[in-house]
């Protein structure tokens, strides 16, 4: 294996959609190296690396999914990486923290919180968000290896509270996943 492609698949959502895509992956020999999907309002997304042979070709891919039986519609992007990513890296940064926003949800909520970390130096790991009953919750993995004060950030982020609104917690991954994970005996 010596070349990767990076996918997006999106379509709506029904049964059996992973096992669709993974069985394009595996009938082309390729090797599944990250996979993140999500279904948002009945449309399901997924993007994924994998790894292939250098015989098969990003049409190749897409190919293989255009040829699947299904009732619902799958569009694909498959893009050649230039420079093959490593594995996850060693030694991840110890400095991961979780931010929870909520407020009434208006527009530009998340475009506030992603300004606020661009401007920090803040890169956004992931994000998820959920609107319900008019409540907005976002929820985002952080990198403050970078920051040099995470008490300045905080500091920051009560301003940004208190000017937006909106009711921000900032946690160590390690105190949130302490504190939200359960585990079963």
């Keep these: 294996m010596s070349k990767q492609m990076v996918m997006s698949v999106m379509s709506k959502d029904r049964p059996g959609i992973v096992a669709d895509i993974t069985g394009v992956i595996y009938q082309l020999k390729g090797d599944l190296a990250d996979l993140n999907q999500s279904v948002l309002c009945d449309y399901f997304s997924m993007i994924l690396i994998a790894s292939f042979d250098d015989a098969v070709t990003p049409e190749d891919v897409v190919a293989g999914f255009s040829h699947l039986p299904s009732a619902t519609k799958l569009e694909v992007v498959v893009k050649e990486m230039e420079a093959p990513l490593e594995s996850a890296p060693e030694g991840r ?21 992603g300004l606020f970390c661009c401007q920090h130096g803040i ?34 982020l009560a301003r940004c509270a208190e000017e937006s609104g909106l009711h ?3 946690q160590h991954e390690d105190l949130f996943k302490a504190t939200t994970e359960i585990t079963l005996l």
Aim: negative net charge; without cysteine.
């Design 168 to 170: 921000l917690v900032l």
């Design 123 to 156: 890169n956004i790991l992931d994000l998820a968000t959920t609107l319900s009953r008019g409540l907005y919750t976002m929820i985002l993995q952080l990198d403050l290896s970078h920051v040099e004060s995470v008490d300045a950030i905080r500091t920051d």
């Design 93 to 113: 940064s110890q400095e991961v923290y979780v931010l929870t926003v909520q407020g009434q949800n208006k527009s530009g909520l998340v475009h506030r919180i």
